[in-house]
């Protein structure tokens, strides 16, 4: 079983940042890969970025160059540095876990006005 907690959501002035926190508790060092997702009301929950263990990250076409993901993995802690946000990129953001099957957590949200 894992365990994700997130945090750092808030509001933010378009072109402003954020830095979300997801930090793991349980089985964490079976766990594959760590990610990020998020949802708007009436859509699908779409990838952002996940960190496969040892592969480079991958990132969604329209963050690219603008949101960061990174691991620490002596705090079981994934990070997702987001710069220059805009309007669209406001949704509830998501922490995704792989370890046999999907854990998540409880989603924090990102408010980002124009």
């Known amino acids: 079983q894992v365990q994700l907690v997130e945090s750092g959501g808030g509001w933010v002035q378009t072109g402003g940042s954020l830095r979300l926190s997801c930090a793991a508790s349980g089985s964490i060092f079976s766990i594959t890969a760590m990610g990020w997702y998020r949802q708007v009301p009436g859509k699908q929950r779409d990838l952002v970025a996940i960190?496969?263990?040892?592969?480079?990250?991958k990132y969604a076409d329209s963050v690219k160059g603008r949101f960061t993901i990174s691991r620490d993995y002596a705090k079981n802690t994934v990070y997702l540095q987001m710069n220059s946000l805009k309007p669209e990129d406001t949704a509830v953001y998501y922490c995704?876990?792989?370890?046999?099957?999907?854990?998540w957590g409880q989603g924090t949200q990102v408010t980002v006005s124009s």
């Open positions: 960190k496969v263990t040892g592969s480079s990250p």
């Open positions: 995704n876990a792989i370890y046999n099957k999907d854990y």
